[in-house]
């Protein structure tokens, strides 16, 4: 293991740190779906060795899962494949929290015919249920693991106490997040749990929704069907603050003749033992991946990282707008 990868415990070997991240490959919220460039992107991940695929099945409602699983069935890989569960939909789409035990095993046969393989490397709750004890989803997800259908399990955006309630019940191997320049809430609880109890940290988002790429300007606007459409941060009123902002960040990455992306990815890296979930759906968005190895951020560098933040986004806007709905009872 060297430190471009990462053990996730319960694996078999070392993955690598950045991942590849594919809601927007299963469309929804992203702009519709593009089967055949999705597919020549997970191939491109691979020849860049990015061996950890990240998909769920909300993510399309299915679309993605069956995406990644007809891609790995294409091409000769090691990959690892970690999905989630958790997330019910009803008959327009809309998704609902439900881990029940019996959403739960259906999610997971349903995941493994999708991803056309005989065991899930990593399966994630993908919210916490308030419906459901989260006991009784750690005792159904052990059920599974022993089962072999599970080869590792995690959570998604949990707070350090339900993590403490699973854990009584199942192993945790890891646990995954919103983390990125802007969004550090994580900081102050989930992340000091993670290094305490030797987790490892998926950071989801590490690029802000594009915002870290460098690549947007500000009469940049995203229809309905977008997922910024609805983000805060993508507001007339805070989007010109967090331009501003990038626009400063670019100097830093320019001193170590990186981008911007590669710049916000090393600097997740660098938190921890975190893994940076790279989103793309166009084989050329991976362009930029071996660049974030082979060097890390100064003291200094992360002390400017913190003062362009302050002068300009002193307030930052959580990532709680993505929170899907709790069931109903």
């Not at 993955?15 to 020549?40: C, E, H, K």
């Not at 909300?58 to 294409?74: D, I, N």
């Not at 995941?111 to 399966?123: A, C, G, K, Q, Y």
């Amino acid at each position: 293991m060297n430190e471009n990868t990462i053990l996730i415990p319960g694996f078999d070997r070392p993955v690598s740190r950045v991942a590849l991240g594919t809601w927007a490959i299963g469309g929804w919220m992203w702009g519709g779906p593009d089967d055949d460039n999705a597919v020549r992107t997970i191939h491109r991940a691979l020849d860049e060795g990015v061996d950890l695929i990240d998909t769920a099945p909300v993510y399309g409602f299915g679309h993605s899962e069956e995406v990644v699983g007809r891609a790995l069935a294409e091409k000769p890989h090691r990959a690892r494949i970690a999905t989630k569960l958790a997330l019910d939909w009803n008959d327009d789409h809309q998704p609902f929290r439900n881990s029940s035990p019996a959403r739960i095993r259906k999610e997971v046969e349903d995941s493994l015919r999708r991803l056309r393989v005989e065991t899930i490397d990593l399966e994630q709750v993908h919210w916490p249920d308030p419906n459901t004890p989260i006991d009784e989803t750690a005792r159904e997800l052990q059920k599974l693991h022993k089962e072999g259908k599970i080869r590792a399990l995690g959570v998604s955006n949990y707070s350090p106490e339900q993590m403490d309630i699973f854990r009584e019940v199942a192993p945790l191997a890891s646990v995954q997040s919103p983390y990125n320049l802007f969004e550090r809430e994580i900081e102050k609880d989930v992340l000091p749990y993670a290094k305490t109890h030797k987790l490892v940290t998926l950071a989801y988002g590490p690029l802000c929704r594009g915002l870290l790429t460098g690549k947007m300007t500000a009469d940049k606007t995203f229809p309905e069907s977008d997922l910024r459409s609805g983000d805060p941060k993508f507001q007339k009123e805070h989007f010109k603050d967090y331009l501003t902002a990038v626009d400063e960040l670019k100097t830093i990455a320019d001193r170590h003749g990186k981008s911007l992306m590669v710049l916000a990815i090393r600097w997740v890296l660098d938190q921890g033992p975190t893994i940076a979930l790279w989103g793309a759906r166009k084989p050329e968005q991976i362009d930029g991946v071996a660049d974030v190895f082979g060097w890390q951020l100064t003291d200094q560098d992360r002390k400017d990282i913190d003062a362009i933040l302050e002068r300009h986004v002193p307030t930052p806007i959580s990532p709680a707008f993505m929170a899907p709905p709790a069931r109903k009872s």
